[in-house]
Antibody, heavy 117, light 107 residues
Framework: QVQLVQSGAEVKKPGASVKVSCKAS????????VAWVRQAPEQGLEWMGWLSDYNGKTNYAQKFQGRVTMTTDKSTNTAYMEVRSLKSDDTAVYYCGRGRVGAIDYWGQGTLVAVSS | DIQMTQSPSTLSASVGDRVTITCRAS??????LAWYQQKPGKAPKLLIFQASNLESGVPSRFSGSGSGTEFTLTINSLQPDDFATYYCQQSNSYSWTFGQGTKVEIK
């Protein structure tokens, strides 16, 4: 049974950074990639970016360029996403997922990041 | 970025109905179109990838069609478990994008 387990909820102040982890039960990212998606309260899904496990290349959505970093630790089958300079409208549930053939077939349970002063 | 527009935004239907959701892309995405189902408080679930391929374990009442800029998700004989929000997502471009979602409600 493939599982992606994300780190717990975070509360941050504006201007702070957050790093969300996504641990896979096996090396499911191998030869595929990791995608990150967020969902603000009562809103739709927003694609943030993708990291290729094959060559380590990242693609970030333009609105997150320079503020988001996606990485993986292959030794622990864990993916990470760091968001810097948090604003109140970054409050959302952040999801990781395995990217395969242009879709996300396995998803983490989501991590709530609340940004409030 | 490629914009994805779903219609309708909300759909009221009854158990047993045939339901169709449309997703239009602002430019061609080829066959790189996926559909997801999401229930409140849960992560999305992949239903269809590459426009018409049914993900393993997804009931056959779900089907996808289309190419280029226009795609449809059809649910034949709507079941109680199908009341949810559905999203399309393109991956043809460097930057993936989702549609705004279609909520399927009980009539």
């Amino acid at each position: 049974q493939v599982q992606l387990v994300q780190s717990g909820a975070e509360v941050k102040k504006p201007g702070a950074s957050v790093k969300v982890s996504c641990k896979a039960s096996s090396n499911i990212f191998m030869s595929y990639g990791v995608a990150w998606v967020r969902q603000a309260p009562e809103q739709g899904l927003e694609w943030m970016g993708w990291l290729s496990d094959y060559n380590g290349k990242t693609n970030y959505a333009q609105k997150f360029q320079g503020r988001v970093t996606m990485t993986t630790d292959k030794s622990t089958n864990t993916a990470y996403m760091e968001v810097r300079s948090l604003k109140s409208d970054d409050t959302a549930v952040y999801y990781c997922g395995r990217g395969r053939v242009g879709a996300i077939d396995y998803w983490g349970q989501g991590t709530l990041v609340a940004v409030s002063s | 970025d490629i914009q994805m527009t779903q219609s309708p935004s909300t759909l009221s239907a009854s158990v047993g109905d045939r339901v169709t959701i449309t997703c239009r892309a602002s430019q061609s995405v080829g066959m790189f179109l996926a559909w997801y189902q999401q229930k409140p408080g849960k992560a999305p679930k992949l239903l269809i990838f590459q426009a018409s391929n049914l993900e393993s374990g997804v009931p056959s009442r779900f089907s996808g069609s289309g190419s280029g800029t226009e795609f449809t998700l059809t649910i034949n004989s709507l079941q109680p478990d199908d009341f949810a929000t559905y999203y399309c997502q393109q991956s043809n471009s460097y930057s993936w994008t989702f549609g705004q979602g279609t909520k399927v409600e009980i009539k």
